[in-house]
Structure formats: C-alpha cells, structure tokens
C-alpha cells in the first residue's frame, strides 16, 4: 500500500541547476497538489492539479512549473534553482478537493537545499 | 478570507485529555473544517474534519460551535506519540487550502 511516493528525499543544488521532484500516487486521485514548507512555518500551495491535463497555480508558484500527464504523477520542476528555493517539498493527493469532505494524503518529503 | 488563529503552543501531561482550540470566525457555511497533524520530519497526517456536528473517530474527537465560529480537537488521553503540530484548516479564497502555523503540542511524561 505505498500511497504518495516522493523522490527523491534529499538533494543539494547549485544555484542555476534544475531539477524535478518527483511524486506518484496509486489510489487514482484525481486531485494531487505541490506544497512547500520553509522552517518554522506552515505548508504553502504552489501548484496543483484536479486531474490529467489541468493545472494551476497556488499561493507561491514563482520559479515551478509542472504538468500532469497521467492521474498517477504529478512532477515538480525548479527551472533555475535559487537558494530562496531551499526548503523541504511535500506532495498530496485526494479523491476530490481538499476543502471537501474527502482527506489529503501526503507523501514524507523531499528535502532540498540550494547552495 | 478563511483564515484560522490557534495558540502557537500547549502543553499536556501523558494520559490526559487535550482541547486543541482553533478560532474561524470568518469561515462560510458550506466549508468543511479540518484537522490535521505533522510529526516531527514527517508530512502532515489526516486527523479528522467536521461541518456542523460533532465528531468522533479512533483518533480524536472534533467539537464544532454552534455558530461554527470556533472548533476544539480532543485528544483524550495524550500519548507521548500525539506530540506534533496540529493544523486547523479552512478554505481560502481561490479554494486554497491555508495551514497556517499550527499549535505545537508537546506532551510531558
């Protein structure tokens, strides 16, 4: 019962390399969002998705891009990464939108720092 | 705007009840109320969610005001596994989902 996979679950970057964080979920969500979570504050929404081939932008999308080709995964790029772009990731999925009556699953993060 | 205000911190001796207090006052009367919790290096964990009516699962129990203004999770017999931040979530406008900072609940052996 795997649930939400991340990967990887920790990475260092120089400033300018990309990358993609990688997440998958085997429920058939069709709801999967991209958080992030800086020390000492909550989780905040970058992007997130209500199924294949639709996207959007959340509270903090500056820097990331995604897409979602199929219901399963949900990858997260940093185009040209930035050390205000250290921080850990967490990725979500749920059957219907998270505001309703259905819960998120979270996977365990991905820990990235920016040097 | 949906927001959420909990105490940033609370304390709680093991085996004994926890009211974990959230304050929405501005929340409508459709949305759903949501608590969840992360445990140290670990993603946040569903814990429980609530429209109008009280609440319970094997986890915790959620009291909901009568005016859905405020909501209080209890814990009823604290283990020192319940120690972690406890999230009260809303919708925000734009149907985003605002975890704020939490309430940091540490349980004392």
């Known amino acids: 019962n795997a649930g939400v996979t991340q990967t990887p679950k920790f990475q260092v970057l120089k400033t300018g390399q990309s990358m993609t964080l990688q997440c998958a979920q085997d429920?058939?969500?069709?709801?999967m969002s991209w958080y992030r979570q800086d020390p000492g504050m909550g989780l905040r929404l970058i992007h997130y998705?209500?199924?294949?081939?639709?996207?959007d932008q959340g509270e903090v999308p500056n820097g990331y891009n995604v897409s979602r080709s199929t219901t399963e995964d949900f990858p997260l790029r940093l185009l040209s990464a930035a050390p205000s772009q250290t921080s850990v990731y967490f990725c979500?999925?749920?059957?219907?939108?998270?505001?309703?009556?259905?819960?998120?699953?979270f996977g365990d993060g991905t820990r990235l720092s920016i040097l | 705007d949906a927001k959420t205000t909990q105490p940033n911190s609370m304390e709680s001796n093991e085996e004994e009840p926890v009211h974990l207090p959230c304050n929405h006052s501005?929340?409508?009367?459709?949305?759903?109320i949501h608590w969840y919790r992360q445990l140290p290096s670990q993603g946040p964990e569903y814990v429980i969610h609530?429209?109008?009516s009280n609440v319970n699962n094997r986890m915790a129990s959620l009291a909901i005001a009568e005016d859905r203004k405020s909501s209080t999770l209890i814990l009823h017999r604290a283990t020192l596994r319940d120690a972690a931040v406890y999230y009260c979530?809303?919708?925000?406008?734009?149907?985003?989902?605002?975890f704020g900072t939490g309430t940091s609940l540490t349980v004392i052996p």
């Open positions: 998705s209500v199924g294949a081939g639709i996207t």
């Open positions: 609530g429209l109008t």
């Open positions: 429920m058939n969500h069709e709801y």
């Open positions: 979530i809303l919708r925000d406008t734009g149907n985003q989902f605002y």
């Open positions: 979500a999925s749920s059957r219907l939108p998270p505001y309703s009556n259905q819960p998120q699953h």
């Open positions: 501005t929340i409508s009367g459709t949305d759903y």
